[in-house]
């Protein structure tokens, strides 16, 4: 399923619950966030709707939407695209990049070297 990064921002929210949440809720939090008008909202809710990536259940006159997509599935195929697309595949490259890049702090390299022991064992 793709999801669009304003649509991923719309997804934060809900994921972050309390699910489920009305769309009152949804823009409210969005727009405290980003410069984005209601009816903006509204209509990345009904994409999200359209995908299947979200569900509304209707409460009088309003919808209250929860997500259908679990974020760690998101995240799993968002990773593995990023990694396809430009390290084909291989995770060696992508840090070799962050540490040429001098985007490695101290605690990630221990964090890496912890990792690696962990797999090792």
Known sequence: ????????????????GPSPMTS???VAALMATHDWQEPTIKTLLNRLLNKGAI?????????????????????SDESDSLLYRLFGGRV??????????????????????????ELDA
């Not at 399923?1 to 972050?16: F, G, N, P, Y």
């Open 24 to 26: 009152e809720d949804v």
């Open 92 to 117: 060696a490259p992508l840090v070799a990049h962050f540490s040429e890049q001098r985007k490695l702090s101290k605690k990630d390299i221990a964090e890496l070297r912890k990792l690696i022991e």
């Open 55 to 75: 569900s509304a259940e209707r409460e009088g006159r309003r919808y209250r939407y929860f997500p259908e997509l679990k974020r760690e599935d998101w995240l």
């Open 1 to 16: 399923m793709q999801i669009s990064e304003a649509e991923s921002a719309v997804m934060e929210v809900l994921w972050r």
